[in-house]
């Protein structure tokens, strides 16, 4: 059975609602003769945030897969493949701000990163377990989901603002 695994709601919503929040002012905020091609590049804008947002993890029996979206693609993601049985061990790398980001190690010597920001994680992980016998006990998201929600209120406060300063 194939399981899809899309981008956790509040990573899109939080990088939607900030680009909202940061680039809706440009074109009232523009002189005459630019306002259409700036309304034109907010909608190109919006339409790459929402694109790059849209990669999704598809698991089966056989192989798990990480498919990205063609502007993605164009800006350097790769889709991957691995078949649960090349799949050795699970490492862990710590990050700059303190958290840690996972990779499958395969026994090729690739690595491939864990998807960490996707919807039914816990899910995507028992079913990793289940076809690797790799213990995933440790692994979680890559930051807690409150930073998320806290950016997405932030940017609507921001939207908010904006709005209230442009009526008045």
């Known amino acids: 059975m194939i399981e899809k695994f899309k981008t956790l709601f509040f990573v899109k919503s939080s990088l939607i609602s900030l680009y909202l929040a940061l680039t809706i002012p440009l074109p009232f905020i523009s002189i ?3 306002k259409i091609p700036s ?19 598809e698991t089966c029996s056989n192989k798990i897969s990480y498919k990205s979206s063609f502007i993605s693609k164009f800006l350097g993601k790769k889709n991957w493949e691995i078949s649960w049985k090349d799949i050795k061990s699970i490492k862990s790398l ?13 026994f090729q010597g690739d690595n491939f990163l864990v998807p960490q920001r ?39 406060f921001m939207i908010i603002g904006e709005l209230f300063a442009f009526l008045n």
């Open 32 to 34: 005459e003769k630019l």
């Open 39 to 57: 309304i034109i590049i907010f909608t190109l804008g919006l339409y790459f945030i929402n694109n790059i947002t849209s990669d999704y993890v």
């Open 94 to 106: 710590p990050t700059s701000q303190g958290s840690k980001v996972y990779y499958f190690n395969t």
């Open 118 to 156: 996707v919807e039914n994680f816990e899910k995507l992980l028992l079913i990793v377990c289940s076809n690797t016998g790799i213990a995933i006990k440790e692994i979680s998201h890559i930051s807690p989901l409150w930073t998320y929600k806290l950016l997405t209120l932030i940017s609507v």
